[in-house]
């Protein structure tokens, strides 16, 4: 079993920085690619940015410049900076990690930017 836990959300103005964190922990071999993922409100889940085990990133066209995804192999830890946060910004962010062929998510965190 592997449990992905995020954490930095919050309620934030325009303009300023967050930094979420999630950690995987329990039966971990090698994860592969680590994602991260939002969720607003009446829309769909979308890929906001990945990271390959090798450090290859990739971002979504509407975060590119102002995220930045970033992991840890050995701690098993994945970041995402997002500076210059927008009001479009707010959603529920997700982590995910590709291994051994499953995919494994976290619970989610709340981010929320005000105008």
């Known amino acids: 079993q592997v449990q992905l836990v995020e954490s930095g959300g919050g309620l934030v103005q325009a303009g300023v920085s967050l930094r979420l964190s999630c950690a995987a922990s329990?039966?971990?071999?090698?994860?592969?690619?680590m994602r991260w993922y939002r969720q607003a409100p009446g829309n769909q889940r979308e890929l906001v940015a990945d990271i390959t085990r090798g450090g290859i990133t990739n971002y979504s066209d509407s975060v590119k410049g102002r995220f930045t995804i970033s992991r840890d192999n050995a701690k098993n830890t994945v970041w995402l900076q997002m500076n210059n946060l927008k009001p479009e910004d707010t959603a529920v962010y997700y982590c995910a990690a590709s291994m051994l062929g499953k995919n494994f998510w976290g619970q989610g965190t709340q981010v929320t930017v005000s105008s």
């Open positions: 329990g039966l971990i071999f090698n994860i592969n690619v």
